[in-house]
């Protein structure tokens, strides 16, 4: 079971606290030039009353010279992984690091991902962020004692990877209580295929073990699509029933091939860009992206410095609810 990260303020919390930039709240606690004494005391003074503790691993990255991260990102294009690549940009500037990236097209391919793997690699990056929901451990397996490794964005249950993500039970079970508090006892969990959208199966697969959790007994439905999933529960005498998606794609798609409907909820789960918008009206988790990002960041540091042990680090999404 994930287990979840310790809650500490970063310069991105108080970069939103004083409205200045995370360059220059980053510059204000590093004691760099560039900054106006002004800036500097509200930097200061907001961080100290928010409890910020200097990231120390951040500074050994610095003083040990790692200067690059190679970053592995299996569709830019993505809503989800789009936001995870941009938090990753912040948190690396604020610690002072550049970050190299090669993507895949978005395709379930995973000759090409090892591709994009081997090249970074071939550019002796100081460290590595795979952000992918495809690529097996076991590909990671031949460098990871040599460049620092970080999983991102999913969970990766073999202890010999370090990985960062949304603690996903966590997530399943609120969804499953949001749900019962609605009103819904009927619950269908559409689950995509393993070989292709592993991550998304894992997903799915939790949704249904949460609900048996409470009780209760949810229909299981393996789908190569959202639409798919909705031709074959189209076919199916619905009623109230909740159908819980494992992403916020599937629930979208979802809802436009089925149609709004009374006595029908449909949720999903990543709440980031688009899909958080209140024209969608979607019961969803947010995940954390900030807080992933920087504790990705923190964990390569970790793997240069030798503090912490490889294993999976989950931190908790936040429900958004619509009633």
């Keep these: 079971m994930a287990r979840k990260a310790d809650r500490l303020p970063t310069i991105i919390d108080i970069a939103r606290a004083t409205g200045l930039s995370k360059s220059v709240v980053s510059r204000a606690l590093n004691g760099e030039p560039g900054v106006s004494p002004e800036s500097r005391e509200i ?20 003083t040990q010279g790692v200067d690059t991260l190679g970053v592995l990102v299996r569709d830019p294009a993505s809503v989800f992984y789009g936001a995870l690549l941009g938090a990753l940009q912040s ?23 090892r591709a994009a793997l081997r090249s970074l690699l071939t550019l002796r990056v100081d460290g590595l962020l795979v ?14 004692d040599r460049v620092p490794t970080v999983v991102v964005g999913r969970s990766e249950w073999d202890t010999r990877i370090s990985s960062v993500c949304c603690d996903d039970e966590d ?41 048996q959790t409470r009780g209760l007994h949810p229909h299981l439905m393996p789908s190569d699509s959202p639409q798919q999933f909705a031709t074959q529960f189209a076919r199916r005498d619905s009623g109230s029933i909740a159908l819980l998606a494992p992403n916020d794609h599937w629930a979208v798609r979802i809802r436009e091939e089925l149609g709004d409907r009374s006595g029908r909820l449909v949720t999903g789960y990543d709440g980031v860009g688009i899909f958080t918008t209140p024209l969608l009206g979607l019961t969803t988790i947010v995940q954390p992206i900030d807080e992933i990002a920087a504790s990705a960041l923190d964990l ?23 009633t």
Aim: proline residues 6%.
């Design 300 to 322: 390569v540091g970790d793997s240069l410095t030798k503090e912490r042990s490889a294993g999976d680090h989950g931190v908790a999404g936040a429900l958004r609810g619509v």
């Design 171 to 211: 997530g399943a079970r609120q969804i499953v209580d949001y749900a019962i508090e609605a009103g819904f006892t009927r619950i269908v969990v559409p689950i995509p295929p393993a070989a292709t959208a592993p991550s998304l199966h894992v997903r799915g697969n939790l949704l249904a073990a949460a609900a």
């Design 91 to 113: 948190a690396a500037s604020a610690r002072g690091v550049r970050l190299l990236t090669m993507t895949g097209s978005g395709k379930p391919d995973l000759e090409e991902e």
């Design 131 to 144: 952000c992918s929901g495809l690529l097996p451990a076991s590909d990671l397996y031949p460098f990871a």
């Design 43 to 62: 930097v200061t003074d907001a961080a100290s009353q928010m409890g910020y503790v200097t990231n120390a691993i951040a500074r050994k990255m610095r």
